[in-house]
């Protein structure tokens, strides 16, 4: 790990806290913490925050625009300003240190013999948001300092008729009662109440300024406004049309070595009245909002780890977690909530259970689900989110025991109710429909499949991948249904399997690999493709977990899934497409190298590495998941400039930005890193009868410890490496047979030893 960012920074390894000791990073480093109100802060560690809400249905209001919100310090003699972090003003700072925690950040730096501290949390069940600013004289004369934070309001984000988005219906105005700049929402299309916004201060305010242009200048920047560059103090000016800010100016006096505090509170309200009433119990809550951020424990207490591989830790202890609780909020789609709520099972059942409901609802009672429901149906059909709603199903009634829940009664999302064991027996029959399937006898692809980019227009194209989906759902299905006894339809369900497993290998093998499509056009993903896209990974690793792959293929499958791979990570399609391809879809339109066109697909990279789990290739599933980990020897983030501490979608493989990320924190890939290494390579999967030991471990570990809730019961894991690939269990010190932990009634904490002998 030598040279990477975690070890140049440091992690607080007991409260998984990352800490920056410098400002220049190549690219913002940002941190996202929420409420169970989806209140969601993001902060960089230039000191840039960023804040909505997104209500239960889901409709989200902005409180501020992206990258517009900071605080300025000033000598109001001097009239010398600069930021904490440095940024955007670019003036000299000392001991910068950032520190981005589970529900805070903090950054502190000393400038012009003044230390100074501004902390970020958010209240636990409210739409607002507290800055605690401490500074600190540290010169031997007595200073006079303006504080001054800077926000400029959007309250928006939800859907309105275009002709009417550039009519401005809100305005700001200086609240005495509450030290605040007040931003009236009256847009008549603002989806609920709390769509106001104010920034209030604890202390009396010397000036401000309502109007963000006034601050910043006609001609000024973030770097440069105005105000500060000429000595002047803020305005007083208000704003309707223009850019509404909420600026304010407190000015401190600080004897020699004195030290005070300020906090200003961020949010959203419902009216003026309200935001008055509030503002003292705000004002008195403040130091406890931020004292429980920098004091709480661990959010998600379910999973731990210990293993030689310091990247693992790092982000599996802590980050990754919150990663997938923060990709979920405001996500509305089957595909991606059900994945993400399949990753959740391991740490929060409720929450998992809810988006699980909310998937099972939005299926139509013909039985496929829609791809997107926020903030609008998706109007075209995709073949795969009843797959995997039928996946999170099974996961949940395997993790929780709550075998109630298939009778539980789920509307279907054009009119009527079912139970929800109904529900999944509906998307089996909207798979087995005549007219979901083309001509070589394979499910139609319709718009896409779990590839949006690959979006043939071809109504009759076929889907290989959606085969092994389906294939996938059917052995779920087909264990379900066993195990509660719907023996006929289990029966059922094996043959429909079989018929389809036939087909796959008789149309889709070309000799080598498993091809990804057939349209009109052709054949996409084989060795006789030209353009590119000779081979994608997807259908490699789908036809190894979907149990479609023949013994006597296994071996150049395996072949040609470990061809895909690179020393830097796992691209989804090998070549990439060099040009446009109307025959394919999008993907081709994009850039080669770029996200699904041969980029270093993380998502798909963790499909492999389950595959590579499933055939004990502990060994080869480590290194890869190393390769999709952030912060590894391939992709340090010196040269991806994306944080050390978050699971990104793609690493970039054009030459112009090589290995430089898509885009982190709000993808999918966190929700299968996570999986991966839990599920995979502990091998620590949920049974109707047990949890299950099933390890991948690599050759090199020979012991590695976890930590896992199940079913109300603490399992403290220990594994012991012998080279074996039999798994051997010892639970509170007694053997036992098999790879199953026993279901237990105490609710207590069980010791479990897993010894890997042969």
């Known amino acids: 790990m030598k040279g990477h960012q975690i070890m140049k920074y440091g992690f607080d390894t007991k409260k998984g806290i990352f800490t920056l000791k410098e400002p220049e990073t190549g690219k913002d480093w940002s941190n996202h913490f929420f409420n169970d109100l989806s209140y969601i802060m993001s902060v960089t560690h230039t000191g840039a925050t960023f804040s909505r809400y997104v209500d239960k249905n889901s409709v989200q209001v902005t409180l501020d625009c992206p990258l517009s919100s900071y605080l300025y310090l000033r000598d109001a003699e001097s009239k010398k300003y600069w930021n904490i972090a440095g940024y955007p003003s670019l003036n000299k700072i000392s001991g ?52 001054i934070p800077i926000t400029a309001f959007d309250l928006n984000g939800f859907a309105q008729p275009v002709y009417y988005s550039s009519v401005t219906t809100s305005f700001t105005e200086f609240v005495g009662e509450a030290n605040a700049i007040f931003n009236e929402n009256r847009d008549p299309y603002r989806p609920h109440e709390l769509a106001s916004g104010y920034i209030a201060s604890s202390e009396p305010v010397y000036s401000y300024d309502g109007n963000y242009e006034k601050f910043i200048g006609t001609m000024g920047t973030q770097t440069k406004p105005y105000v500060l560059e000429h ?22 006096t600080l004897a020699p070595g004195e030290e005070k505090v300020v906090y200003y509170i961020l949010g959203l309200t419902s009216d003026k009245q309200t935001l008055i009433k509030s503002y003292p119990k705000f004002v008195a809550e403040c130091e406890g909002i931020i004292g429980d951020a920098l004091n709480g424990e661990k959010r998600f207490g379910n999973l731990g780890t210990s293993c030689p591989e310091p990247q693992f830790n790092h982000i599996l202890n802590y980050w990754a977690e919150h990663q997938v609780s923060y990709c979920m909020l405001g996500k509305k789609a089957v595909r991606d909530n059900a994945q993400l709520g399949m990753a959740m099972l391991n740490f929060n059942l409720p929450l998992a259970k809810k988006t699980i409901d909310e998937c099972v609802a939005h299926q139509y009672k013909d039985g496929h689900a829609v791809l997107t429901w926020y903030p609008y149906l998706e109007p ?16 949940y009634v395997k993790e929780s025991g709550d075998f109630d829940y298939l009778n539980r009664k789920l509307d279907y999302l054009d009119g009527g109710s079912a139970t929800v064991y109904e529900h999944l027996k509906q998307a089996i029959a909207w798979f087995e429909r005549k007219d979901n399937y083309g001509a070589h006898g394979l499910p139609r692809i319709h718009h896409a499949d779990w590839n949006d980019a690959l979006n043939i227009p071809d109504d009759k194209a076929e889907s290989v991948l959606m085969a092994m989906l389906i294939c996938k759902a059917y052995d779920d299905m087909i264990e379900l249904a066993t195990y509660i006894k719907d023996c006929d339809y289990a029966e059922k369900l094996k043959k429909a399997k079989a018929k389809l497993v036939k087909i796959t290998n008789a149309v889709a093998f070309n000799g ?31 036809s190894i977990l979907s149990g479609v792959c023949p013994k006597d293929r296994l071996n150049k499958v395996i072949a040609a899934m470990d061809s895909t791979e690179t020393d830097e990570g796992i691209p989804m399609c090998v070549l990439s497409y060099k040009t446009y391809d109307e025959t394919v879809g999008r993907m081709s339109g994009m850039l080669p190298g770029v996200y699904e066109n041969g980029g270093i697909y993380n998502h798909a990279g963790c499909f492999k590495v389950m595959a590579d789990c499933k055939l004990g290739r502990g060994d080869n599933a480590v290194n890869a998941l190393k390769k999709i980990a952030p912060d590894g020897k391939f992709n340090p983030s010196s040269k991806t400039t994306t944080e050390p501490y978050v699971f990104t979608n793609c690493y970039l493989k054009h030459p112009s930005v090589d290995m430089q990320v898509g885009f982190s924190w709000q993808t999918g890939t966190s929700a299968w890193g996570l999986m991966c290494y839990y599920e ?24 590695c410890e976890a930590q896992r809730t199940y079913r109300g019961n603490r399992l403290n894991i220990k594994y012991y490496n012998k080279g074996g690939k039999t798994v051997r269990l010892t639970v509170d010190g007694k053997k036992i047979e098999g790879n199953v932990v026993p279901l237990f009634a105490d609710n207590d904490e069980h010791d479990i030893k897993v010894e890997l002998v042969d």
């Open 680 to 703: 995979g390579i502990l091998g620590l999967q949920r049974g109707y009868d047990g949890l299950h030991i099933n390890p991948a471990l690599p050759s090199a570990w020979k012991t």
């Open 380 to 395: 075209n059909i995709y073949s795969d989110p009843s797959a995997w709603m039928i996946y999170a199903v099974c996961g």
């Open 512 to 542: 080598d690999y498993y091809v990804r499509a057939f349209s009109k056009y052709g054949v996409v993903g084989d060795k006789t493709c030209e353009n590119g896209g000779k081979i994608y990974v997807n259908t490699q690793s789908w």
């Open 231 to 252: 000595g002047l103090d803020c305005t007083r000016s208000t704003a309707t049309v223009r850019t509404r800010g909420g600026i304010l100016q407190n000015r401190v």
């Open 96 to 147: 910068y240190k950032c520190e981005h925690g589970q529900q805070f950040t903090r950054i502190s730096s000393s400038a012009h013999k003044i230390f100074a501290t501004i902390t970020y949390a958010i209240a636990p069940t409210d739409t607002r948001e507290v800055w605690k600013v401490t500074v600190k004289n540290t010169d031997k004369k007595p200073r006079v300092i303006d504080l």
